[in-house]
């Protein structure tokens, strides 16, 4: 039950429905906690053998990962039981909510999660459903991903990557920005437009101009003809610090990018009734989401950092951020799936190449596979060959043990480790271990 799924359990379970789900790694160790707060919230957990599909089941809700054979499938089908996608599900609760939107290649979790803390220090009671763990709801003991709040606003991540967002019917859309990443920017733009068409209030980025052909009520952003347009920026590293209609803000995130989903969540927020003074706390408070951009100083003055970046985009952004914590970066790098990675393979060497200096080395660990049947024709190795041929320090270890060998050897006080990957549940132990080694 990966997060996008997790979140929509959680949310029917709040919602009074009797809620099962299987996972291929629910049972493993690192999922442990997971499951426990799954559990909590009264979903029931089963292996993924069909074992989970009764009498009872009145329906499958299935996400774009899972194959054709799976046998939980088989099990529904052998019933006769309704197979519904993870989108149509979540498309009926956005149609009956005033649901706000978030969509953008780069800064969803943040953004939606920004706007869902904001929302609700204004007392606006808001749900929320959304692809990464919110650490403050994490701390409140739940898994982080799904709230549900009082009131009918509920901010959801609109994820682009299968192309089911234009099911959507929100009230609000909020536009972040447009690169390649699980496709083309033109099929990107198609389906953003498609959505905004269906959206009677439209927000967008300013600064980005592959935007520029979706119409907006607000614009916020740096250049002038933003509505929401700061009179000044103060800071970017290590937070953000900026005036916006007379009103002083900090953020505790580092880069221009952490000043760009600020700007959208607060000119969101506006457009909802909060008062710019009333967001100055919860702003400054923001407890983030997991694995974006978390930074770590070993007692040796060594920083560790572990982020979600997985597109060229944000890997440029969580490596030009990273370089203002120390001298050199070591940056290690888990793609995520070999269609993925076949799809970005000149752009992800072309990044890496270009932003890895001379004293800085790069790591490729083996790519992630998340199961099913997959054309296994490109490897990490593929990757750092070619990059290496550009003339920078690249290496592929054969396994986290090897990585971190090299790690231990070549990391001295002073340096940076960045950890960077998307998907895998288990890169939050990773970084524990980094951390743990060094």
Not at 75 to 95: N, P, T
Not at 97 to 112: D, E, F, L, M
Not at 208 to 214: A, S, Y
Request: net charge neutral; with cysteine.
């Amino acid at each position: 039950m990966g997060s996008g799924m997790s979140a929509i359990a959680q949310y029917l379970a709040w919602s009074g429905h009797a809620i099962t789900g299987s996972d291929r790694i629910a049972f493993a160790d690192e999922m442990k906690e997971t499951k426990e707060k799954l559990e909590r919230c009264g979903c029931i957990l089963f292996p993924q053998d069909g074992s989970g599909i009764t009498a009872a089941t009145e329906a499958l809700i299935i996400s774009t990962a899972i194959e054709d054979d799976n046998a939980d499938i088989a099990a529904a089908r052998r019933r006769g039981i309704s197979i519904l996608h993870r989108s149509d599900v979540l498309a009926a609760i956005v149609a009956s909510h005033r649901t706000i939107a978030v969509c953008g290649t780069s800064g969803k979790s943040t953004v939606t999660a920004l706007i869902f803390e904001i929302l609700r220090a204004c007392g606006k009671s808001p749900s929320v459903i959304t692809g990464a763990n919110l650490i403050r709801l994490n701390e409140e003991g739940l898994v982080g991903n799904a709230f549900k709040g009082d009131s009918g606003i509920l901010v959801i991540e609109a994820d682009e990557s299968d192309g089911t967002l234009v099911k959507y019917r929100a009230e609000k859309a909020v536009f972040l920005n447009i690169s390649k990443d699980h496709q083309s920017v033109m099929q990107t733009l198609d389906l953003f437009e498609r959505l905004a068409s269906q959206t009677p209030l439209v927000i967008k980025n300013a600064d980005d101009p592959e935007l520029n052909p979706i119409k907006a009520a607000h614009l916020f952003g740096l250049l002038s003809r933003a509505d929401c347009k700061p009179e000044a920026v103060k800071a970017v590293t290590p937070l953000v610090r900026f005036t916006l209609k007379r009103t002083d803000f900090e953020l505790p995130l580092p880069g221009y990018h952490n000043l760009s989903n600020a700007l959208a969540a607060l000119c969101v927020c506006e457009s909802q009734g909060c008062n710019l003074e009333g967001m100055v706390e919860p702003m400054r408070e923001f407890r983030s989401v997991m694995r974006r951009f978390s930074v770590w100083r070993t007692p040796k003055g060594i920083t560790v950092i572990d982020d979600y970046a997985h597109n060229p985009e944000k890997i440029m952004a969580a490596i030009l951020t990273a370089r203002d914590f120390g001298a050199r970066i070591f940056a290690v790098f888990q793609p995520h799936g070999y269609g993925p990675t076949r799809f970005l393979k000149d752009e992800l060497v072309d990044t890496f190449a270009r932003l890895i200096r001379d004293t800085d080395e790069v790591y490729f660990l083996p790519i992630y596979y998340a199961g099913g049947t997959v054309k296994k024709d490109i490897s990490s190795e593929d990757l750092s060959d070619l990059v290496s041929k550009r003339g920078v320090m690249s290496y592929a270890p054969q396994n986290r043990n090897g990585l971190i060998a090299a790690l231990k050897q070549h990391v001295k006080p002073g340096d940076v480790v960045i950890l960077m990957g998307a998907r895998d549940p288990t890169l939050s132990w990773l970084f524990q271990e980094i951390k743990n080694s060094l």
